[in-house]
């Protein structure tokens, strides 16, 4: 009987320490940090949930690299649960040596690039080549195609939300000029970024209507082409949530506001930097 109290005597402390080794085990495994970029990883959309697709093309340069580049960081951390949204990088033909090397690159990294068969312009014809190429360009038909000018900023969520309730067809869709009017069929959409849905992008690339007026203003252009075709009788002006930035283009301009969806004009490395503290496109961040 003595020997029995012993053994349990010895033991108990084992038991103990055992016990304690184990719970501070798994508490170090169950407090263990996530990974250090874990919480700023952007949710996985899945196509086929969101409700609609979207496919942003940036009208700029070959040449323009590290504005690219920023671009990409800028649309990179932004998506929205209602669309696949898209952004593309559109530029006409190449014509230098270091372009094809270095586009090459951007190309087999990134596959966001539209090279168009035209030499490079503004209002000469780029933003025709552009609407009308796409039905043979892209791999896949989007419900909504926008063009966007390099000097924007677009908020991928809210642009989503002003489009939830909108038509899928005939539909026109952006900031009406001129700057002061409401009514979206007064004139046509600035350039800075107007949207179309798929099936007037084809019309653009199947009507004589377009193919035959391409030299102008493009925005003005866009515009007229539906006027003649009586085209777009959907259309949709987004003020005041899309604006030229304070101070840039008179009654087109705005102060920022927090429904923004896109604010043009960003010519200057201090407008950037305002809009990006604005809007905390980086919240969540310590440094």
């Known amino acids: 009987m003595q020997r029995n109290k012993c053994i349990i005597l010895v033991t108990l402390p084992s038991i103990i320490i055992f016990l304690l080794l184990f719970i501070i085990f798994f508490n170090v495994q169950v407090l263990k940090p996530p990974p250090p970029n ?12 969101t409700q609609f697709s979207l496919m942003i093309g940036i009208l700029t340069r070959a040449d323009n690299y590290d504005h690219r580049h920023f671009l990409r960081l800028v649309y990179g951390v932004q998506s929205s649960p209602l669309a696949t949204i898209h952004v593309k990088f559109v530029f006409c033909s190449l014509t230098k040596p270091e372009q094809r090397a270095l586009i090459a690159l951007e190309m087999l990294r990134f596959d966001d690039i539209l090279i168009l068969n035209c030499t490079e312009n503004m209002n000469n014809g780029k933003t025709y080549t552009y609407f009308s190429s796409l039905p043979r360009l892209l791999p896949r038909k989007y419900d ?3 063009k966007a000018d390099d000097d924007v900023f677009i908020r991928f969520e809210p642009l989503a939300l002003s489009l939830k309730a909108l038509p899928r067809v005939d539909l026109y869709y952006g900031f009406v000029i001129p700057c002061a009017s409401m009514d979206p069929f007064v004139e046509y959409m600035s350039g800075m970024g107007f949207l179309l849905s798929w099936d007037l992008v084809k019309w653009i690339g199947s009507s004589e209507i377009p193919k035959e007026t391409v030299v102008g203003p493009e925005d003005k252009l866009v515009g007229k082409w539906f006027k003649m075709g009586n085209k777009a009788k959907n259309r ?3 003020k005041p949530a899309m604006y030229d930035y304070p101070g840039t283009n008179g009654r087109c301009s705005h102060e920022l506001i927090p429904e923004t969806v ?7 490395w201090d407008q950037w930097l305002r809009v990006l503290e604005y809007f905390n496109v980086t919240k969540g961040l310590k440094f």
Do not use: C, D, E, G
Not at 38 to 49: C, G, H, M, Y
Not at 262 to 268: G, M, P
């Open 144 to 146: 909504y195609i926008m």
């Open 236 to 238: 949709f002006s987004n």
């Open 262 to 268: 896109a604010v043009h004009r960003l010519k200057r």
């Open 38 to 49: 874990a919480s700023f990883k952007l949710p996985t959309i899945n196509p086929n949930q």
